[in-house]
């Protein structure tokens, strides 16, 4: 029977049977047992260190007598009178809670949560971060074997390949959780909770883990050139990623009040604190219960919450897959194509804002709810549109093949190449992920009241901050377009690690003259026009006039023409011919 399920298995993916009969050996099958079983072992005899025996105090938590002596212990404390208050803690210090005054159905319930609990906590670690670290770490070993290219030249799909390495590679993980999982079922049910729950809390886990496992793939995928530092960095930034956002749903559980309540979507302890609200001891309760979008209330009950973070999960997975399918076969291809990267841009604009739109006492306070998350977005954005250049920007080959043979590989126009086609330059496509980008905020600097104000409450002069915001975009608009031209520009050179020059060039423009100002103490309430040409343009407008706004962006878009111009004219020259170039002089 059993040699019957693995020729099943090696039929529908021989890339899972590779892995299960790598990894599951005698050995390994021991070793995972008597893990899950030692653990099981401590989590169970843990509590008993609270077990209540004959010197079990009044006033301790499983004594049914505790109310009455804690009142009476507030009223000695009360009268305020020391010798009192001695004689009464010497009383409690003597006299011991009776046997049969022991609520031990109380104390027994609570036993089978905490391992409940425990259990919860220990698979969600146990799972992303090991799992995590062997995918990375299988790669890696595969890419130094040389094996993985043998594997990209097998028949199988893609698809079944990647599942039977995320099935396969943490097989050892799987084993330990499973065989815990009667255990945890049992406390649960012992602890009274109710089976749609833990179901729920199971579905979450299964998705997280099939998220984090294909997020483990790619990062192995697109980041070789960290050799064997690879599975430690991945495994090391999920470790992190959980406990920040651990310790955020701990303290910090109103931060989802906020457009970064999509990043928090990610991690299992929110929705697992919803779930089981005595997993953080939180007194007001989970906070996806006031959790939003775009005013939906998502947190009343529990099929939106969890549905909700299973759509979530599900969509960006899918993502993922999409890029792992196409660096897969070809390591030297983008992680995701342009027509991709404006879905994923148009996707986190909808995300974020529908989380920054959330009731907070006056419904629809749109402009309220805008600024508080306005730092927030910007940041967002701004990092997502930088990574997009590095990831669609392509190399000097790249543009040259491009440039030299489109006449004879596409009967398209030019304006549709630069669009769509992955080997011409980003410029374009970097330019409608701003548009993309831009329109919500145009919407919302169209219609806010927020430029009304007692002291110019007349038209005009709400006109002219409604002018001064859209000029601010233009300016960002345009400093994030010569940013892409340089990166083009640094790639097209013939000097080697055009990357990283490419990086540190644009990070040198970024992020040095804000700093170097900032250091000489320019700050921009006090030079404002100065930093109208630095990264954070939107810091000077409320200091500066309209028409020195208009100035700066005039300028700005003077040095993208110019940019633009010597781009084109490099990519003109990188599709001569050798021969052409030779009669030139060239």
Not at 233 to 260: D, P, Q
Not at 439 to 468: C, E, H, M, Q, Y
Not at 525 to 547: D, G, Q
Request: hydrophobic residues 50%; aromatic residues 16%; charged residues 15%.
């Amino acid at each position: 029977m059993m040699l019957n399920l693995i020729d099943k298995i090696g039929d529908a993916n021989p890339q899972l049977l590779r892995e299960l009969k790598g990894r599951l050996k005698f050995f390994n099958v021991a070793i995972a047992v008597a893990i899950s079983l030692l653990l099981q072992l401590v989590v169970y005899l843990y509590q008993f260190r609270e077990f209540p025996d004959d010197r079990y105090q009044l006033t301790d938590t499983y004594c049914r007598l505790r109310q009455i002596y804690e009142q009476r212990q507030r009223e000695v404390y009360q009268q305020t009178n020391q010798s009192k208050i001695d004689e009464f803690n010497s009383f409690l210090s003597k006299n011991f809670c009776p046997e049969n005054q022991i609520d031990w159905q109380f104390w027994w319930r609570d036993h089978w949560e905490y391992i409940f609990l425990s259990l919860s906590v220990i698979f969600i670690f146990t799972l992303l971060v090991a799992g995590t670290y062997l995918l990375i770490n299988d790669l890696a070993k595969e890419e130094r074997r040389g094996t993985l290219n043998f594997i990209r030249l097998s028949p199988q799909s893609e698809t079944s390949i990647l599942t039977g390495k995320l099935l396969g590679v943490p097989s050892f993980i799987y084993l330990i959780v499973l065989l815990a999982l009667p255990l945890h079922l049992w406390a649960g049910r012992s602890a009274n909770i109710a089976f749609s729950y833990i179901f729920s809390y199971y579905a979450i886990v299964v998705s997280s883990c099939i998220f984090f496992y294909s997020g483990a793939l790619l990062f192995g995928l697109v980041t070789r050139w960290f050799s064997g530092f690879q599975p430690w960095l991945g495994s090391g930034a999920v470790l992190f990623f959980l406990f920040m956002t651990m310790a955020m749903a701990s303290y910090y559980g109103n931060s989802l009040n906020n457009s970064g309540a999509w990043w928090r979507l990610f991690n299992p302890w929110d929705v697992t604190n919803y779930l089981f609200p005595n997993l953080f001891r939180v007194h007001n309760g989970s906070p996806l219960k006031s959790l939003e979008f775009f005013y939906i209330p998502l947190g009343t009950n529990i099929v939106s919450v969890v549905g909700f973070h299973l759509l979530n999960y599900g969509v960006c997975t899918y993502g993922i897959f999409k890029a792992l399918k196409r660096c897969f076969r070809n390591p030297q291809a983008s992680v995701i194509s342009k027509g991709q990267s404006y879905i994923i841009v148009a996707f986190c604009q909808l995300m974020m804002w529908g989380f920054t739109l959330q009731y907070r006492g006056n419904l629809f306070d749109l402009d309220r709810q805008v600024e508080q998350n306005f730092a927030l977005m910007a940041l967002y954005n701004v990092g997502l549109l930088v990574s997009l250049i590095a990831i669609l920007t392509p190399h000097r080959q790249t543009v040259q093949d491009w440039a030299r043979y489109r006449h004879q590989t596409s009967n398209k126009s030019i304006w549709w190449d630069l669009i769509a086609s992955e080997r011409s330059p980003a410029l374009v496509a970097i330019a409608i992920n701003l548009i993309i980008v831009s329109i919500p905020w145009v919407v919302w600097i169209s219609l806010t009241s927020t430029f009304n104000t007692d002291t110019n409450p007349n038209w005009a002069g709400d006109n002219i901050d409604r002018l001064k915001s859209l000029l601010a975009l233009a300016l960002s608009i345009s400093m994030i377009l010569i940013y892409a031209t340089i990166a083009q520009l640094v790639l097209l050179l013939k000097t080697p690690k055009r990357s990283f020059w490419a990086i540190g060039t644009v990070g040198g423009i970024m992020f040095l003259p804000p700093v170097v100002l900032e250091l000489i103490g320019i700050s921009s309430w006090k030079n404002p026009t100065i930093w109208l040409f630095s990264t954070f343009p939107w810091s000077a407008i409320s200091y500066s006039e309209a028409t020195t706004i208009f100035m700066a962006f005039l300028a700005q878009v003077s040095v993208l023409g110019f940019l633009n111009f010597q781009l084109t004219k490099q990519v003109r020259l990188a599709g001569e011919s050798a021969t052409k170039a030779l009669l030139a002089g060239r």
